[in-house]
């Protein structure tokens, strides 16, 4: 009698957790429903484990007022853009996957941020929407942070779209965390199986 043999096989995929984001979350979706998140105010500073490593371009903004006031740990310096877009872009020291915002408004309401979307890119080209936030507190001048948002890639924007006045934002200090893409490693294996031998022969492995 003829030996029988059955495959078993198991499909194997690398992939980095940024590229799982990136499928999960399409390209250029600007308009997309977003998550909605809850503002968890924190008295102190929060611990964001995401590194900076530059601010790439940004709104125009006032002297002595840049963009890396939001950055540099002072919570009494802070950016004041000009013009009708309020964005700063950041270079990441590494690809990240951001979950959480930290954000701490001046805290005299004019100037409050109350909505902004966080934008993630792999090339400066294409991006697409990480989340959004349409309840910031204003009147505070204490941590804000806000979680679930899934922006995966070396590059992020953050663009305030409302202040509590309609005025420009004054914003005092930003933050990120989240984590590292992470491999996710998967083999793909063809087996073969004798019912006379009841014996497992590996046919081929690719990792
Ligand atoms: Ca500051």
């Given at each position: 009698m003829g030996t029988h043999f059955f495959l078993f096989v198991i499909f194997a995929v690398v992939l980095t957790e940024v590229e799982l984001a990136k499928i999960t979350t399409p390209e250029t979706t600007l308009d997309s429903p977003v998550p909605h998140h809850q503002p968890d105010k924190e008295l102190e500073a929060p611990s964001p484990n995401i590194t900076i490593a530059n601010i790439i371009s940004t709104s125009l903004y006032t002297e002595y007022h840049g963009p890396d006031n939001t950055i540099?740990?002072?919570?009494f310096s802070s950016w004041n853009p000009l013009g009708e877009e309020y964005f700063i872009t950041f270079e990441l020291s590494e690809r990240y996957t951001v979950s959480g915002i930290n954000l701490l408004n001046q805290g005299d309401y004019t100037h409050d941020v109350t909505k902004f979307k966080l934008e993630a890119s792999n090339n400066l080209d294409s991006w697409y929407l990480g989340g959004s936030v349409d309840d910031v507190q204003a009147g505070t001048h204490e941590w804000q942070s806000f979680d679930g948002f899934t922006a995966s890639g070396k590059y992020l924007r953050i663009i305030f779209t409302e202040t509590y006045s309609g005025y420009k934002p004054w914003l005092s200090e930003l933050s990120f965390s989240g984590h590292t893409g992470k491999y996710v490693f998967l083999c793909y294996c063809v087996m073969k199986f004798s019912i006379k031998t009841h014996i497992f022969t590996k046919s081929s492995i690719y990792i």
């Open positions: 540099d740990g002072d919570t």
